[in-house]
């Protein structure tokens, strides 16, 4: 019998270290990425919805890959956080929109805001304010300038210390986004208590519009919510000008997705600042 079980736990160690190696294998390659400095950052437009003109942009990671050529965020993020590695890439990105920002002004670009994407993990770490204080400090860049996207989990995490964390952002002057509103967990009285500034409502509820009468009532509750408590509501991923009328009609402020602009290289985006209108 217990030469059956060494027999068993041989068959099974190697598909446990083959995931185990697949692990490691992503984790390495993503620390040598980060080593290399191989990530860039593209931007997404975000315009006024009644009158098409560029108010303020979303930066989206990129990882250039010498072999593999642009990998998705999609790939590399979750293994940056379940790995950790998150916390430097989160701060390598953080300081490159800064960077880029700076450089934008020396050219006499208009400031636009410009949100960067958080994850949980970096809210959690605490450190996450003097990250970006000493990033806004070393760029020259006003805290006015710079948003943070949190998805509604890393608003979950309920305790005193997140909700201090959030409200020393806002007190440098850092508006607070919710991110992919409406897929996630948040509770009205959590959007209230918390006092964020922008609610993006997930393009999930966008590819409703017209598709579904239910997809109008929701973005209707939302702004009408929003506004009550003085926020901004942003619609994702419109992709069809039918998307963007109804929008329209609804009320809502931004809208953000291909049928304005896909997310670009930096090298794209004075081009689309001095059109000012987007559509
Ligand atoms: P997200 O924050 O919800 O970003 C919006 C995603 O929707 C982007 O995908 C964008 O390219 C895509 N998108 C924009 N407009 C449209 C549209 O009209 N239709 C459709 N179908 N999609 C649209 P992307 O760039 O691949 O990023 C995917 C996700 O990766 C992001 O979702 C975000 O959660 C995460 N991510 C990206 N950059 C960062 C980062 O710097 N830090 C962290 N923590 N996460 C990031
Ligand atoms: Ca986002
Ligand atoms: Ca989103
Ligand atoms: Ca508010």
């Known amino acids: 019998a217990k030469s059956d079980g060494k027999k068993r736990f041989r068959f099974y160690q190697p598909q446990l270290s083959e995931r185990l190696q697949i692990k490691l294998e992503n984790e390495n390659a993503l620390r040598l990425a980060i080593e290399r400095d191989e990530f860039i950052l593209h931007f997404q437009p975000r315009v006024n919805t009644a009158t098409g003109e560029f108010c303020s942009m979303e930066a989206l990671a990129r990882w250039q890959h010498p072999v593999r050529g642009m990998v998705s965020p999609l790939e590399f993020i979750p293994v940056a956080e379940e790995t950790g590695l998150i916390l430097k890439l989160g701060e390598l990105i953080i300081r490159k929109a800064c960077a880029q920002l700076a450089q934008w002004k020396a050219e006499g670009l208009p400031a636009l805001p410009t949100s960067v994407n958080v994850s949980s993990r970096q809210l959690n770490q605490g450190n ?5 204080a000493t990033a806004l400090r070393d760029y020259a860049i006003d805290p006015a300038q710079i948003e943070i996207e949190l998805t509604e989990s890393c608003m979950m995490a309920d305790t005193l210390e997140i ?10 002057g850092i508006k607070l986004l919710v991110d992919d509103f409406g897929t996630g967990y948040s509770s009205l009285s959590q959007l ?11 393009k999930a509820f966008t590819a409703e519009l017209g598709v579904r ?29 039918q998307q ?9 402020d931004e809208v953000q997705g291909y049928y304005i602009s896909h997310p670009l290289p930096a090298a794209e985006i004075p081009g689309l600042m001095r059109r000012r209108y987007l559509f």
């Not at 939302?222 to 926020?231: E, F, G, K, Q, W």
């Open 163 to 172: 909700a201090e964390e959030l409200a020393s952002f806002q007190e440098l």
């Open 244 to 252: 963007l009328q109804l929008l329209q009609a609804l009320g809502c």
């Open 192 to 202: 209230q208590r918390l006092d964020l500034d922008v609610l993006k409502v997930d």
């Open 213 to 241: 009468a239910e997809g109008e009532v929701f973005f209707n509750a939302i702004v009408s919510m929003a506004h009550a408590l003085h926020m901004t509501v942003v619609a994702e991923g419109v992709e069809t000008v």
């Open 128 to 132: 996450l304010n003097t990250i970006i």
